[in-house]
């Protein structure tokens, strides 16, 4: 094949693929349609129903793309806007969408299901948002770093834009990071800790900005307040067109969308750990996070499964991120391991073995979770020499 070919192939193949990843925010339009004209409020389940049943499904049978971009395309590829437009097109759709289901809410005159179906379609799509707003906000141009706290206003989850950049960026994969789980460690416990300390380190670590620069933190320019700063306003804004009825909505739909993206965070770096090298940790390589090739999923998620070079590089846009044989790989696609990752047995089952296995069966390799380094040692039982028995189901 020729170094032309190449490019081209790259280029049509995918080209026409990557509008799926504003397909999410649509759906909620869709859903309205369909009961504006059928009357039945179960349509508002679609959203929901695409994200956590439909795409693991498809995935299932959509195989894998362990393809990388053309290294003499990559220039262009990054480069091409029109990647950039698909970032940018989801924030309308999504504030639109949380119009729309407020709007709902409160002068839709439906009963509990279809409440429940607006709060859990408004709540996945400002979830999915967040993705795009980790999208924008690794980026060089003011415009895009903007464009990712808007995008994580409706989540009331702004200071995200600080910690995830100068934090988990810096921390992942070790035990002082609250974005990377811990071997044995479930979701559930995983969630308060992330949710708290994040919030934590990204005020420390704004706080600490201004402070090194002799100024008061208190003040607009402050990335963490300006983003808190955006949700008020919206919140206020909506609240004063569609009544005080709404603010249970609006909470409850961050809550959910916030949730999303801590879930993703939880498998994304489930018991990875960083070696230390004397007072420091070992360089952020390929195998310092799960990864998955399903090509359905990367459409949807701006190929955010392909985690582990966009650590290594994080300026790198999501069309050339690339796939590396070294790096550690989720059995499913992020659609699928969300869901698992909701039933702690079934995910620990499923996991476990694989962290184990990827050290060898060295427990003191991973980032564990101490108290269930009993329950480990009494499921796999330790191999001569201390290591444990891992072998995956």
Do not use: C
């Not at 059928?38 to 362990?66: A, H, K, Q, Y």
């Amino acid at each position: 094949m020729t170094t032309e070919t190449s490019r081209a192939t790259w280029r049509d193949g995918r080209r026409y693929l990557w509008p799926s990843a504003i397909m999410v925010p649509i759906l909620p339009f869709l859903s309205y349609g369909i009961v504006s004209q059928t009357g039945v409020e179960g349509w508002w389940w679609l959203t929901p129903g695409l994200v956590f049943v439909l795409i693991p499904l498809v995935d299932m049978v959509g195989g894998d793309d362990v393809g990388n971009p053309p290294e003499d395309a990559a220039k262009t590829l990054q480069a091409d806007r029109y990647y950039r437009w698909l970032t940018y097109l989801y924030l309308p759709l999504q504030l639109g969408g949380l119009v729309l289901g407020s709007w709902q809410w409160q002068q839709g005159d439906l009963g509990w299901v279809g409440l429940l179906g607006i709060l859990v379609s408004v709540g996945t799509v400002n979830g999915i948002a967040i993705n795009a707003a980790h999208e924008l906000g690794h980026k060089r141009e003011n415009l895009e770093r903007w464009l990712s706290k808007i995008a994580l206003a409706p989540t009331a989850y702004g200071h995200f834009y600080v910690e995830h950049n100068r934090g988990h960026h810096t921390r992942v994969a070790t035990p002082e990071d609250p974005a990377s789980s811990r071997l044995g460690e479930t979701f559930w416990r995983f969630w308060p800790r992330t949710v708290w300390g994040s919030l934590q380190s990204a005020w420390h670590l704004e706080s600490s900005r201004f402070t090194l620069r002799k100024r008061n933190p208190w003040t607009w320019r402050n990335d963490v307040l300006n983003a808190w700063v955006m949700t008020l306003v919206l919140f206020v804004a909506l609240t004063v067109a569609f009544g005080p009825g709404l603010i249970p909505f609006l909470i409850a739909q961050a809550v959910l969308g916030f949730s999303f993206l801590e879930v993703v965070n939880y498998l994304e770096h489930y018991g990875l750990r960083r070696e230390r090298v004397g007072s420091r940790y070992e360089k952020v390589d390929e195998q310092h996070s799960w990864n998955s090739n399903r090509l359905v999923t990367n459409m949807f998620l701006y190929q955010l499964q392909r985690h582990s070079d966009h650590h290594a590089n994080p300026i790198r846009r999501y069309q050339i991120l690339r796939t590396f044989d070294t790096s550690p790989q989720l059995p499913a696609g992020y659609a699928t391991m969300i869901v698992v990752a909701l039933f702690p047995p079934l995910w620990h089952r499923i996991m476990d073995p694989r962290v184990i296995a990827h050290y060898d069966g060295d427990l003191d390799r991973a980032n564990l979770h101490a108290p269930a380094r009993a329950r480990l040692l009494a499921r796999y039982g330790p191999r001569p020499g201390g290591q444990l028995a891992a072998d995956t189901p």
